[in-house]
T-cell receptor, first 112, second 115 residues
């Protein structure tokens, strides 16, 4: 069954606002990955996190690997219209090897 | 990263038929995966495509329904057999490059509609 809870399910924001989304689990993860998926495309990797407490940025995006290894968040600062899309968290469970578990996704809408 | 292509990009099929989806990578990779994304849903792992041996299927997916080939380290196929409308989904392949430390990169997907 689903082992990752991603929230919020959807967000409607104004251009220029900051955005935050997160994923939580009752299980321990070895890595956290954040993806963005545009309509008709495959997911694109945004940020990868490898150890507890790690904070990594990629332009306006910042993500953190939770200290308990059971959660992660993604922040987007100063949103722009091209940030529209579905954002997925994903991770490798401590017990699952290379198999990736995905969150349910956050649909982001940015109003210009 | 890796450059991944899939064929076809989309197809409309009749129930009871089968469709084979191809995935081509621009470099040799050990780990290759197939996912299904049902409409409005997240991604679900179907199987790990192993080169030179049978694929490893996840719970709920079986070889008879989703046979997979992996003849070499740059190519794999997924067949969706005896299709029904419930098989209408996006099918995605992904790879974990050998030196990427658990990063997976996805192809553009194949959008399948079964009538």
């Amino acid at each position: 069954g689903q082992q990752l809870n991603q929230s919020p399910q959807s967000m409607f924001i104004q251009e220029g606002e900051d955005v935050s989304m997160n994923c939580t689990s009752s299980s321990i993860f070895n890595t956290w990955l954040w993806y963005k998926q545009d309509p008709g495309e495959g997911p694109v990797l945004l940020i990868a996190l490898y150890k507890a407490g790690e904070l990594t940025s990629n332009g306006r995006l910042t993500a953190q690997f939770g200290i308990t290894r059971k959660d992660s968040f993604l922040n987007i600062s100063a949103s722009i219209p091209s940030d529209v899309g579905i954002y997925f968290c994903a991770g490798h469970l401590e017990t699952s090897g290379s198999r990736l578990t995905f969150g349910e996704g956050t649909q982001l809408t940015v109003n210009p | 990263s890796a450059v991944i292509s899939q064929k076809p990009s989309r197809d409309i099929c009749q129930r009871g038929t089968s469709l084979t989806i191809q995935c081509q990578v621009d470099s040799q990779v050990t780990m290759m995966f197939w996912y299904r994304q049902q409409p409005g849903q997240s991604l679900t792992l179907i199987a790990t495509a192993n080169q030179g041996s049978e694929a490893t299927y996840e719970s709920g997916f079986v070889i008879d329904k989703f046979p997979i080939s992996r003849p070499n380290l740059t190519f794999s196929t997924l067949t969706v057999s005896n299709m029904s409308p419930e098989d209408s989904s996006i099918y995605l392949c992904s790879v974990e490059p050998d030196h990427s430390y658990n990063e997976q990169f996805f192809g553009p997907g194949t959008r399948l509609t079964v009538l």
